[in-house]
Structures are given as C-alpha cells and as structure tokens.
C-alpha cells in the first residue's frame, strides 16, 4: 500500500473529487452537481497550504492511476470551552472519508483515518466527532467510535 501522508495544495481537486465520491454514496439518486467545486478549491487549497491552521486532509495515492488519489480522509480541530475530560476544549471533526470506487476494499480509507486520528493526538485534540453512514459505521467502531445520544440540531442560514 502506498503510504498515507498529507493532501498538497496542488492535489485540491482531487480532494474535491473524492469529497464528491463521498456524497454522491449518501446520495438517493447518486449524483449531486458539481459546479461548486470551482467556488471550493482557492478556500481548499488556502487550507492545504497551511499546516497549523486546524484543518488536515490525509491521502493515499492511487496505485494504478498516477497522479490520482485512491483515499481521503479530512479533519478540523475545533476550541470549544473545556470541561471535565477536555479541559483545554479541543474537539476533532472527522469528515469526507472517501475511497475511489476503484480501490476500495484495500485498508486505504482506514490508514488515512488512523494518520488522522494521530494528528488530533498531536494536536491535544481529547473528543473526536463524526457522522457515520450505516455503511461506513464497522470502521469507526472497529477504531473505537461509539454511537452517542445526539440532540444535534441545525439551522440553514
């Protein structure tokens, strides 16, 4: 397997592509537009370029497809006000995991998220979040994720 490592500012469209595999899976119909990709990527590739800014994508390249990317795992380090059991307040935020359809069933998604998970070690991050598909809900478990009560709300504004 080819060794998992940080997204690149120039890989941005790849990330998108494969942030794009990862919705179209929870899509009912399949395929969602794509023309806010061109919107995304300055913002995208800002955030890759920056490796202290609280955001990492890490990435295995794909084996039989140069210059493509076979999986994607992303993260964001958030401060909310500690409390007992994270007194500094750093929470993680897993999302846009994601395989290419052509390598899946490798290990890649779950190399990119455990990289993940040590980069939230290092940043002192002691709550890691995520939404999990039914599909994708054995990995997390099998790394240690547990179902949670959540009073989740939102708003669209």
């Not at 992303?74 to 750093?90: F, H, K």
């Not at 993680?92 to 390598?103: E, M, N, R, W, Y």
């Amino acid at each position: 397997m080819s060794p998992v490592r940080r997204a690149l500012p120039e890989e941005a469209g790849e990330v998108l592509r494969l942030r794009q595999v990862m919705i179209d899976s929870m899509s009912a119909d399949g395929g969602g537009p794509t023309d806010w990709h061109a919107d995304s990527l300055p913002a995208l590739r800002d955030r890759l370029a920056d490796p202290g800014g609280g955001f990492a994508a890490f990435v295995v390249d794909h084996p039989d497809r140069p210059g493509a990317l076979a999986a994607l795992a992303c993260g964001t380090v958030e401060y909310r006000i500690g409390r007992a059991g994270n007194p500094q307040g750093r929470v993680g935020h897993v999302f846009s995991v994601a395989t290419d359809p052509g390598a899946r069933r490798r290990g890649y998604a779950r190399a990119c998220v455990e990289e993940l998970l040590e980069w939230f070690r290092a940043q002192g991050v002691r709550r890691v979040d995520l939404n999990a598909s039914a599909q994708a809900e054995p990995l997390y478990a099998s790394l240690g994720f547990v179902r949670k009560p959540d009073p989740s709300m939102r708003l669209k504004l």
